[in-house]
């Protein structure tokens, strides 16, 4: 099984590079890194692991999407998990407020632990 992963956190970007992962950066806001998986769904790729994991209910602005290119479940299923997840980033519970530079930083480091984690996992699957 092959892995690629999106996300919008240069950090995780970064030490996912270190442990030989294949990383795509989505710029910009979680939202965009969650489209950018999805966009890669619709063409071929499948959800390695769920994107909640971590994240259901838990604003964050920044999201890590594994993908990979074994079938799981359906493409159809896929495609709406992330858009679901795109769509609470633009509800009236996301927090507008903007965030301080060590809120920012805390929010990297728990995107990286999540993503570091579902690392674990994964290698137990890959070629």
């Known amino acids: 099984m092959n892995v690629l992963v999106v996300t919008n956190n ?3 970007q970064e030490e996912l590079k270190k ?5 795509e950066f989505a710029e910009g806001r ?8 999805r966009n890669l769904v619709v063409k071929g790729w499948h ?23 074994e079938a799981g479940s359906g493409m159809g299923e896929d495609v709406l998990v ?7 980033h633009d509800s009236p519970y996301r927090p507008d407020a903007p965030h301080t530079d060590r809120e920012l930083k805390d929010f990297r480091i728990l995107d990286m632990s999540i993503a570091l984690r579902t690392t674990e996992h994964l290698k137990n699957y890959m070629n």
Request: hydrophobic share 35%; net charge negative.
């Open 19 to 23: 442990h030989g992962f294949c990383v």
């Open 30 to 37: 979680a939202e965009n890194s969650l489209l950018q998986a």
């Open 10 to 12: 240069p950090e995780a």
């Open 82 to 88: 992330l858009e679901n997840l795109a769509q609470y």
């Open 47 to 69: 959800l390695a692991a769920d994107p909640r994991g971590g994240y259901n209910k838990r604003y964050n602005p920044y999201h890590t999407v594994f993908l990979c290119d």
